[in-house]
């Protein structure tokens, strides 16, 4: 998936900038981060989501790259000083796909089956609409996810539209799952170009391939992981879309990972007010959470 980002950033640098298609140009790094090689656990009993930025953030440090391409959902909510994110392309489809061997969505789904997802907020949601199911941890990239599901480990699987698309393969999934079945990460199916804060030239290049309409939606997502101190050790949901005019609208949920307690709310205002909207929603959701909710 990394790859296929890598790809598409570089494509849009030489668009916009020709210069960079002679060879060389442009000189792809591959990092394998912490968060790719442990696949034997959820990220949240690994370490969290820095695990798939860490290394990343260190060769930017270093100048070893110039630039680095992030998964947004996968960026931890605070960043080192020395880099900022200021370059997001336009979003895809941030909802989830859904793979079953039986059962059209989640509701068809037989009681008594197994979904395999390592993601607490996919299993927080399953098991909230369809507690008569079973959850069981399941990571690896498509096509192993994808095998596991046809060998029979697993009934059905979750996986993100948008990294879907980008590989072509969104064709293969049983249906797409809505918002109000299973709200999205924060900043799903958004990518997000990282550099060094003082770094002007690779920010003048950057320029031209950012989307200021991904970017208000990210920004009230954001805002609110931040107002909730989220991590991946907490079901987060939330998705901000774009209305008429200037107008945003926020969905967000917090939830247990057991889906047996949940806590939802909206926010609704101009994209110029998105930090905000995305700091008071996540406030009042905060304000509502039991004493024991971070640590159950």
Do not use: Y
Request: glycine share 8%; charged share 20%; proline share 6%.
């Amino acid at each position: 998936m990394a790859l296929a980002q890598a790809e598409e950033t570089s494509a849009r640098l030489i668009a916009a900038h020709p210069a960079l298609a002679a060879p060389g140009a442009i000189e792809r790094v591959v990092i394998k981060t912490t968060g790719d090689r442990i696949l034997d656990r959820t990220l949240a009993e690994a370490g969290g989501k820095g695990l798939f930025t860490k290394e990343l953030d260190d060769a930017l440090i270093a100048g070893t790259i110039d630039l680095a391409v992030h998964s947004m959902k996968d960026v931890p909510t605070w960043l080192p000083d020395a880099i900022e994110i200021p370059c997001l392309l336009p979003r895809e489809d941030p909802r989830d796909a859904w793979f079953a061997a039986r059962g059209h969505s989640l509701d068809d789904l037989p009681a008594g089956s197994v979904v395999g997802t390592a993601s607490l907020r996919r299993q927080a949601q399953v098991l909230a609409r369809r507690p008569d199911l079973a959850v069981v941890p399941l990571r690896g990239n498509v096509g192993t996810r994808l095998a596991k599901l046809a060998a029979g480990a697993v009934d059905a699987t979750l996986l993100a539209c948008a990294g879907l698309r980008r590989l072509g393969e969104a064709g293969r999934a049983t249906a797409l799952l809505e918002p109000d079945v299973m709200l999205p990460a924060v900043a799903q199916g958004a990518i997000g170009i990282a550099a060094r804060r003082d770094d002007a030239a690779v920010h003048a290049l950057l320029a031209p391939l950012h989307c200021p309409a991904t970017a208000v939606r990210v920004v009230a997502e954001r805002a609110l992981l931040a107002a909730l101190d989220g991590s991946c050790r907490t079901p987060i949901a939330a998705l901000a879309m774009l209305g008429a005019g200037d107008q945003m609208v926020l969905e967000a949920l917090v939830l247990r990972p057991d889906g047996q307690q949940s806590f939802r709310t909206s926010r609704s205002g101009g994209t110029g007010e998105a930090a905000l909207m995305g700091d008071d929603a996540g406030r009042a959701l905060k304000a509502r959470l039991p004493a024991d909710f971070f640590a159950s």
